[in-house]
Structures are given as C-alpha cells and as structure tokens.
C-alpha cells in the first residue's frame, strides 16, 4: 500500500501509457483523481479495468485529499527488494541479552601436532556437541571463529530466564566436552578443554552483512565483556565466568554453587569488574529438569 498527500502524478514520471505494468488499484480517493488520459482509457476498455484499476504513470492527482493505492504488479527487481527488506527487518533492535562465548583451551597445540584433516575433524565434533547443548537450552549460535563460539539468550525469553538458560547450557557444555575429550584423547592423543564467560546487558540484535548475504549478529558492550569474561577463566582457574550482573539474576540458585565476588580488569571496561565462577551443585539431570520446568 502507498498513501499519497500531494497533488502530482501516482508514478512521478510523465510517460505514455505504453504498458500496463505500473497499474494501480486506488483504495482509498478515487475522487482526488483525474480522469483517465486518452491512452489510459483506451488500454482501460481493452482490459476491461474497473474504475478504480488506473495507470500510476499517467494518473494526477488533482485534489487535496490522500490517495492511497496497492501496486498489481511487481517487477522480479521490486521483489528482490521487498525480500532484502523482509530479511533486514529487525536491523538495530536494543535487547537485554544473555551472551555466552566458549573457546577451546590449548587449541595451538593440538593444530601443530595434529594433521589438517584431524583439526577440522576435531573442530566439527566440536562445535556440534556446543551447539547441540545450546539450542537443548533455548540459545541461539551467534558465530564461529577459529576454536571458539558465542551464542545468545533471552531473544524469546526474559533477562532472568536467559540467564539461568545460558549457565545451564555453560554447565552441560563443560560437562560434554569431558565426554568428548575422552574420545578425542584415545582417538588424537589430545584431551579438550573449554573457557565459558556469560555476561548480561543491553545488546545491539540484527542480520548484518551485504544486502545479498545477511546474517544473524549482535554489536555491543556486553557481547565484548562475555569475551573478556572467557579469558579469564584462564587467569582465574575457573571454567565458567559470569559477571555480577548474571548472577544477581539467579534469584533461584538451586542446583549451582556461585562462588565469591572476584573484582578483575577487563581490557576496555574501566575501573574493576566483578565476577563470579559457578559449577554444578548437582547432576545435570537435575538441571534440566529445573530448565523444563521454566
């Protein structure tokens, strides 16, 4: 639909009327137009067009009133348009999100004593078992890069469910790689191991990239943070980080052992940062019965 408010022609070009491909129905102000051109009144008998059916290219508006018309037609150009719009809708939306990212510990070692087919071997087990626990937990992937992935939750869910959802899945995440590490030791000769940080805050959500190649992507501070809170596990001895704002959403700790306040530097935050490290207080089956009954 468009709604027109100035007098002038429908189209905004001066042309003959030598298609019908520009042909409008006029849903609204019929009587704000002029009559039909001779050209346009003759195609209009050929094709038996109602009143209200009339050529955007040589129709004038010739009242003060809106005129509100639906296109009939459009060209295989417009649609592509109207796709690329579709796929951009949602661009630059601000969410309080939760922001997990994992990164596989000792990655270097493993690429220089391993072949080129065993590391992507290895990488896709991987990456599957992480994104298996992420969607189990109502997550969605993010990105991929080199050994390490984040993922996003709270897009259907509130802050507070999110977070609990994103430690969850970080939990079962550790717990899976141990799985898999086991297998990769006996098959490779190397054990796995993981980093998570989980931070929560307002959050920049939408497909970015070229018109022709959008994807799913988050900008913002808090995506940063949940990165930095991953290498810290490092530093701290911790496999799984999450800042004080995550854990002051765990109003129902039930199943987790929060650990101390721990005050860090992060690179690009001012001042110190608070965080906390949390393991399971309890077997996984019982975490995911407290997720289902969310």
Not at 29 to 34: M, N
Not at 112 to 140: M, P
Request: charged content about 20%; glycine content about 10%; aromatic content about 4%.
């Amino acid at each position: 639909m468009r709604t027109l408010i100035h007098p002038g022609p429908i189209a905004g070009v001066h042309v003959n009327g030598i298609c019908s491909t520009c042909r409008v129905e006029v849903v609204e102000g019929l009587d704000q137009l002029a009559p039909r051109s001779d050209a346009e009144a003759l195609m209009a008998t050929k094709r038996g067009w109602p009143d209200h059916v009339r050529l955007a290219c040589t129709t004038r508006i010739v009242g003060t009133g809106p005129v509100t018309v639906k296109r009939l037609i459009t060209p295989p150009e417009e649609k592509k348009r109207q796709r690329r719009l579709e796929r951009q809708e949602g661009l630059g939306q601000i969410r309080s999100l939760a922001v997990l990212f994992a990164d596989m510990r000792n990655f270097t070692p493993i690429t220089e004593s391993s072949s080129a087919f065993d590391v992507i071997y290895i990488l896709n087990r991987y990456f599957t078992a992480l994104k298996q626990v992420i969607v189990k937990h109502g997550g969605q992937v993010n990105l991929f890069v080199g050994d390490e992935i984040s993922a996003v939750f709270g897009l259907e869910t509130d802050p507070r469910l999110a977070c609990r959802q994103a430690v969850d899945a970080g939990l079962e995440m550790l717990e899976r790689i141990q799985v898999l590490s086991r297998v990769v030791e006996q098959d490779f000769g190397v054990p796995l191991s993981i980093g998570v940080g989980i931070h929560v805050g307002p959050v920049i959500v939408g497909k970015v990239g070229p018109s022709d190649d959008l994807r799913f992507g988050l900008v913002g501070d808090t995506v940063n943070i949940a990165s930095r809170l991953e290498g810290q596990t490092k530093l701290l001895q911790s496999p799984l980080l999450v800042s004080q704002a995550v854990a002051e959403q765990l109003i129902d700790p039930y199943g987790l052992r929060i650990g101390p306040a721990q005050e860090v530097e992060l690179k690009g935050v001012e001042g110190m940062f608070v965080v906390r490290a949390i393991e399971a207080d309890g077997s996984i089956d019982a975490l995911q019965q407290l997720v289902a009954e969310s």
